[in-house]
């Protein structure tokens, strides 16, 4: 058994250097630094970002939403104000929810698994959706479009959330205490 993930862990890394080579015309193989590789998967991170946010557009131009968008690239929009206080760091947010895909697909609600709560500033909850509820207070129901590197990036919740799924979220801030 070890002598079979050695093996197999030899192999992964021997893929792993060939991969850090190439070829150029003539022939000659020459191997990336590691500004190369990072120079590279930045300019592909910045493609993949660019492609998600005009996904988001178009959801939201189609959609005939009017959101605001903050500084980080969530968008959210307020349906109905609310009347109670403001949500700060350190309260006790308690709301209901409906999580979808940008696909329209419903993952998640509240009503199946009742409201949802978490202590702001203390994690717990995806940073896309801590910053929005940031925005509300007590009453507010509001949606947001949360790009996939605010919520559950790379990974995805590996439960019904892929891998880089941007989120829609419909929210109603309940209470704060």
């Not at 002598?3 to 792993?16: A, D, E, S, T």
């Not at 903050?70 to 349906?79: K, N």
């Not at 507010?140 to 559950?152: E, G, M, N, T, Y």
Request: glycine fraction near 10%.
């Amino acid at each position: 058994m070890i002598y079979r993930f050695q093996l197999i862990l030899f192999f992964v890394l021997i893929i792993g250097f060939q991969s850090c080579s190439y070829k150029k015309d003539g022939g000659e193989t020459k191997s990336l630094n590691l500004d190369q590789v990072n120079e590279k998967l930045l300019k592909a991170n910045k493609v993949a970002i660019e492609f998600e946010r005009k996904q988001i557009d178009k959801l939201i131009d189609s959609s005939g939403w009017n959101m605001q968008v903050t500084a980080t690239g969530l968008r959210y929009e307020i349906i109905e104000n609310g009347n109670g206080t403001k949500a700060e760091t350190g309260k006790l947010a308690r709301f209901e929810y409906e999580t979808k895909l940008i696909t329209g697909k419903i993952v998640y609600s509240s009503a199946l698994t009742g409201p949802k709560e978490f202590r702001i500033g203390s994690g717990g909850v995806e940073s896309g959706l801590e910053e929005g509820i940031l925005l509300l207070q007590a009453g507010d129901k509001a949606r947001f479009v949360i790009p996939s590197f605010l919520a559950h990036g790379l990974s995805g919740d590996q439960d019904k959330i892929p891998p880089k799924a941007t989120l829609i979220y419909t929210i109603k801030l309940i209470e704060l205490e």
